[in-house]
């Protein structure tokens, strides 16, 4: 497996060409640039976005000069923020109509002090498509809450190996492997291994396409 270290000195890719500035070799100083690149071509203040994000200024400072590492948290209420995936977020390939993505070419974001791994699987599409991410959470650990999605958008999920504690607002559901399940997304959600032995593997189908209830 490709896991990668979030820090500034995590290890790099020197052999293969990527697509945007943050590839599987992802770290803060890349994440960071995407993210400033993606403020000035919006004409944002730091404290623009810090207001439509819910993240201080401070910390979306150090995050731009690669002096911080982003949790899951964090990372999703800077794209709900910018109302793009996380995907889109990260980099990737986009584009055209068949797009094939090396395992060396999926943007792979990492949080250090948890393990948990989020892998982009499917091109960039902005704010609209569907975004596909290969998630692995280590032994009794938690990727933390993420923020609501905006109305419409679906998420399907599926366990590929262990057990998962899947909490949306105040429910929560025991989910093994092989289960699935859809919910709305427009509700704080978390993802949790309840095992203190085995890794959770599964796999997380975004629509952001708009729906009807």
């Not at 790099?12 to 100083?29: C, G």
């Not at 400072?61 to 109302?83: C, D, H, N, Y």
């Not at 998630?135 to 679906?154: A, D, K, M, T, W």
Request: net charge neutral; glycine share 8%; with cysteine.
């Amino acid at each position: 497996d490709y896991i990668v270290d979030m820090s500034s000195n995590g290890p790099r890719s020197a052999n293969h060409t990527v697509h945007q500035p943050v590839s599987l070799r992802t770290s803060s100083d890349a994440l960071g640039l995407r993210l400033r690149q993606l403020r000035i071509s919006r004409r944002l203040s730091l404290q623009q976005v810090a207001s439509l994000t819910g993240v201080s200024k401070s910390m979306l400072s150090k995050i731009e000069l690669g002096q911080a590492s982003p949790t899951a948290t964090v990372l999703g209420r800077i794209a709900e923020g910018f109302g793009v995936s996380i995907s889109h977020l990260l980099g990737g390939p986009t584009g055209a109509d068949s797009v094939v993505m090396r395992v060396i070419e999926q943007p792979i974001f990492q949080v250090p002090k948890t393990g948990f791994v989020r892998r982009s699987v499917s091109p960039m599409r902005g704010s609209k498509g569907v975004d596909v991410a290969f998630n692995i959470l280590p032994p009794g650990q938690s990727s933390g809450r993420f923020p609501p999605h905006r109305p419409g958008v679906e998420e399907t999920l599926v366990v590929v190996k262990g057990q998962l504690t899947l909490r949306l607002d105040d429910s929560h559901y025991e989910l093994n492997e092989g289960d699935s399940i859809c919910y709305r997304a427009d509700h704080t959600h978390q993802f949790d291994n309840p095992s203190q032995t085995d890794e959770t593997r599964f796999i997380i189908v975004i629509n952001n396409m708009p729906a009807e209830y």
